[in-house]
């Protein structure tokens, strides 16, 4: 395929990681995983948004996979209106984030086109589709988002004498991270582990081949990870504001 190909050839598949037992949103994730958790405000999990994000992207279908609590998960996508067709896949044992992706992504309805991927606690909102381009561009195997956080804590600016010259509440990190949504070709499910985590085998293993890519989120786009209640409520100031 080539690279013109690619952009002609909108990705359509997604799998989305929504496995994990998610400790740090307790009570939250008592009774419930944590892609399940309402934003405050919204009365829809992060895992409804993610999925309207996925088919405004052009996205049809979608491999959940499960774990922790899958039943409430599987009860919500059989009572919800969704925008295109999820099927999920359940974990009996734990297989690493790596393996977990292989196992999801063997259900994919077509296993020689490319594919999306989401870790089921991000919220965020950029084009899938300038990712998807920029992934064939650069003849990737596979390509990673990635964001500027805030950092949780404020900084002190000083001159080279040490004096104090400001206070800069929450300031962006100067590093990226990996932001949690991925575009992979065909060829990237054989390259995952059966067990086992995939940034530790497979994405060194690209990097040095150079078929790696990583895209920075677009100036301004919405990015957060629900990790803790706090991640909530600013979600939910965030939104009202």
């Known amino acids: 395929m080539t690279t013109g190909d690619h952009h002609t050839a909108p990705i359509t598949q997604a799998v989305v990681l929504a496995g994990g037992q998610g400790s740090r949103l307790r009570p939250y994730t008592d ?32 491999v959940i996979s499960c774990g922790h609590l899958a039943d409430v998960l599987q009860d919500w996508l059989e009572s919800t209106d969704l925008p295109l067709r999820a099927t999920t896949v359940v974990e009996t044992e734990p297989l690493g984030r790596g393996g977990g992706l292989k196992y999801a992504a063997a259900s994919l309805p077509r296993a020689d086109e490319p594919w999306y991927a989401t870790n089921g606690d ?17 003849g990737a195997s596979a390509t990673l988002a990635l964001a500027r956080p805030n950092m949780p804590w404020g900084a002190v600016e000083t001159n080279e004498f040490g004096h104090v010259l400001d206070f800069i509440e929450a300031p962006p990190s100067p590093y990226l991270i990996n932001a949690g949504v991925y575009v992979f070709g065909p060829e990237f499910t ?29 100036q301004g786009s919405y990015w957060r990870a ?3 209640a706090k991640d ?10």
């Open 31 to 62: 009774d419930r995983p944590k892609p399940m958790v309402e934003i405050p405000g919204t009365g829809i999990p992060i895992i409804g948004h993610q999925l309207d994000w996925l088919a405004e992207e052009g996205v049809t279908d979608v």
């Open 122 to 138: 991000i919220w965020t909102r950029f084009s899938l589709r300038a990712m998807s381009a920029f992934h064939a561009e650069r």
């Open 190 to 218: 054989a390259l995952l582990p059966d067990r086992g985590d995939h940034e530790r085998t497979t994405f060194p293993q690209l990097a040095r081949t150079r078929r790696l890519a990583g895209f920075r989120l677009p």
């Open 226 to 228: 629900i990790d803790t």
């Open 232 to 241: 909530l409520t600013e979600a939910a100031r965030e939104l009202a504001g």
